[in-house]
C-alpha cells in the first residue's frame, strides 16, 4: 500500500502511541486475543481468524468454482444480508461492474425491485451468522414465498452461506438447500474476505482469486514493513479527534468508503469514544466540520491511500484493529446495536403488529414533521440551530435507495450550510454499522429521520406484520433508542416520496 499526503508530516514514530502500535500489531499477527485487554480477550479470542483469510480463504475457490457451475444457468443475483455480509460484496461488484441486487431492507417499495424480476432466472444468496437477523429473514420467506407461487422450487434457486452448526445452517440444510458454510470465528464487519464477501461475488463473475492474492501480498507486505499500517492508525487516533472524511473520488472502488464506514463506526464507536468515518462526495465535502481527509488517490486530502482493492480490504480490518488498541476499546463487540432491535419489538408488540396512525405535530406541503417548527424550512434551521458544538448530523433515510436516491444529496446541502461533519445512511441497513456508533460514540449526534408513504406493502411470511409495519417500527424503535439519551432529533414523513424529496432538498438549499 502507498501512503501519501500532508498528514504524514505528523506522524511521530518515536511517541509512546506508535511504540505501542507496533507491539499490537506483532501481536495482532499471532492472533493474542489479550491484544485489546484483559476484558475484550474472550470476544477476541473467538474473532480473529480474519487475520488469516487472505490465505485460508484460498480453500474456498473449489467450492465456489463447484457452486458458480451448480448455478450457471441462473444470471440474475439476489444477495439477502445486512452490515458486514452485504457491504463488502457490494462493493467488489461495483468496482468489477457485476450487477448484484443488494436486499438489505425493509422497505416495500425498494422490495418491488427484488421480488418482480424474472424469477426462473434468479439466485439468491441468503447471508447471515445465525439467520436471526429480522431482516434477512424476512427476505429470506418473502423470496422463498414469491418462488413457489410462481411454480419453482426455492431449493433449485437460493444459496446459503452462514457459520457452521448455526440455526440457519441446520434449517437449510434439513430442507436440502445448498449451504455454504463461513468461518464462524470472523466477525460479520470483518468477513469480506471470506465466504460472506467471496461467495456472492465469484457467481456474479468477480476475480475472487486476484482478490484474495492481493490481500495475501499486502499483508505480507506490511508484516515485513509495518509502517503504513501503523502510520494510517497513529493518525486516525491523533490527527482526528472524531471524525474522518473519506472519498471515493476519483477512485475505481465505488463503495469503498461505505464499506470502511461501517468497519470503522462499529468497530470503534463504544464507551463513548471512536472515530466517526464519514463517506463523502468530494476532497472539499470529506474536509468539512474539520474532519481529517482520506482518498484512495490524487493528491486533496491529508491522506492518500493507494492499492488495489483486496489489499484494501486487509489493510484497512488491521488498522482498525490497531485503532481499538489506540483508543482503548474492543473492536470486536457491538454493544449497543441491540438497542434498536429490542425498540423495534417493542413497537410492534405495542402496535399488536398493526402500524397505527401517527400524528406529526405540523404538516407542511405534504411533508409532515415530527418535531419543531411551523415549517419544513424552519423545522431544518432550528434541527441546525440544536447541534452541538463539535458535534455531528446524522441523516438517516429510510427509503427506497433506488427510486429514492436523490435524497442523498442532502448530506451535502446540510454539511455546507451547518459546516458540521454530516453522514447519511440508508435505514435499516446503517443499524448494522454507524448505528452501533451513533449510541455508544462521542454523545453529540444530531439525528434526522426521512420516512414515507409505501406505495405497496408485503405481508412477511410466517410472522404477524407486513413489511411495511416493519420498516416503520424499526425507524420508530430507533427513534426511541436516540430520543432517550436527549439527543436532537427530527422525523420528517413524506406523503409522496418524489415530491417530498424534492421539497427538502429545496427548504434546505434556502436555509
Request: hydrophobic share 40%.
Amino acid at each position: 500500500m502507498k501512503l501519501s499526503g500532508r498528514a504524514l508530516s505528523k506522524v511521530d514514530r518515536q511517541s509512546e502511541l506508535y511504540k505501542s502500535l507496533a507491539k499490537a500489531h506483532v501481536k495482532i499477527a499471532a492472533k493474542d486475543a489479550n491484544t485489546w485487554g484483559a476484558a475484550a480477550a474472550a470476544e477476541a479470542a473467538i474473532r480473529l481468524n480474519w487475520v488469516d483469510l487472505p490465505t485460508t480463504s484460498a480453500a474456498l475457490l473449489p467450492q465456489l468454482d463447484a457452486l458458480a457451475k451448480k448455478f450457471s444457468s441462473l444470471s440474475r443475483i439476489i444477495l439477502c444480508g445486512m452490515g458486514g455480509s452485504s457491504l463488502g460484496p457490494e462493493v467488489i461488484a461495483q468496482t468489477y461492474k457485476n450487477d448484484v441486487f443488494i436486499f438489505d431492507s425493509t422497505d416495500p417499495n425498494y422490495a418491488v425491485h427484488a421480488l418482480n424480476g424474472d424469477l426462473s432466472k434468479t439466485l439468491v444468496i441468503v447471508s447471515s451468522k445465525s439467520g436471526s437477523t429480522i431482516e434477512t429473514a424476512s427476505q429470506r420467506a418473502l423470496l422463498a414465498q414469491k418462488f413457489e407461487d410462481a411454480g419453482l422450487k426455492p431449493v433449485d434457486h437460493f444459496l446459503f452461506v452462514t457459520d457452521p452448526g448455526s440455526p440457519l445452517d441446520v434449517d437449510a440444510r434439513a430442507q436440502g438447500f445448498t449451504v455454504l458454510n463461513a468461518d464462524p470465528q470472523v466477525g460479520g464487519r470483518f468477513s469480506v474476505l471470506g465466504a460472506f464477501g467471496l461467495a456472492p461475488s465469484a457467481l456474479s463473475g468477480s476475480p475472487v482469486k486476484s482478490l484474495l492474492d492481493d490481500s495475501r501480498i499486502e499483508k505480507e507486505s506490511f508484516i515485513a514493513n509495518a509502517q503504513p499500517v501503523l502510520d494510517t492508525a497513529y493518525l486516525l487516533a491523533t490527527q482526528s479527534a472524531q471524525y474522518i472524511g473519506f472519498t471515493d473520488a476519483q477512485s475505481d472502488m465505488p463503495g469503498l468508503s461505505d464499506w470502511i464506514e461501517q468497519l470503522i463506526a462499529e468497530s470503534t464507536g463504544k464507551n463513548s469514544v471512536g472515530r466517526l468515518p464519514i463517506a463523502t462526495e468530494n476532497a472539499v465535502n470529506a474536509a468539512i466540520g474539520g474532519a481529517l481527509t482520506v482518498s484512495y488517490c490524487g493528491n486533496e486530502t491529508d491522506l492518500v491511500v493507494e492499492g488495489a482493492l483486496g489489499a484494501h480490504f486487509i489493510f484497512w480490518e488491521w488498522v482498525t484493529a490497531l485503532l481499538g488498541l489506540a483508543l482503548k476499546i474492543d473492536p470486536f463487540n457491538q454493544p449497543n446495536v441491540t438497542e434498536a432491535k429490542e425498540q423495534t419489538s417493542a413497537c410492534l408488540a405495542e402496535w399488536k403488529n398493526e402500524l397505527p396512525e401517527l400524528k406529526p405535530r405540523q404538516v407542511d406541503a405534504g411533508v409532515e414533521i415530527f418535531g419543531e417548527g411551523q415549517s419544513l424550512t424552519d423545522a431544518l434551521a432550528t434541527f441546525i440551530e440544536d447541534v452541538k458544538e463539535g458535534g455531528y448530523i446524522a441523516i438517516m433515510a429510510y427509503l427506497d435507495r433506488r427510486d429514492d436516491k436523490k435524497i442523498a444529496e442532502l448530506r451535502s446541502i446540510l454539511a455546507a450550510k451547518s459546516a458540521r461533519p454530516t453522514s447519511f445512511g440508508w435505514g435499516p441497513r446503517f443499524l448494522h454499522s454507524t448505528g452501533q456508533f451513533h449510541k455508544g460514540g462521542q454523545q453529540n449526534g444530531s439525528f434526522l429521520q426521512i420516512t414515507g408513504v409505501t406505495h405497496t406493502d408485503y405481508q412477511i411470511p410466517g410472522q404477524s406484520f407486513s413489511l411495511r409495519t416493519l420498516l416503520m417500527a424499526q425507524a420508530i424503535g430507533d427513534n426511541r433508542a436516540l430520543a432517550a439519551r436527549k439527543y436532537p432529533l427530527l422525523r420528517l414523513h413524506l406523503q409522496n416520496r418524489k415530491v417530498g424529496i424534492d421539497q427538502i432538498l429545496a427548504a434546505a438549499k434556502n436555509l
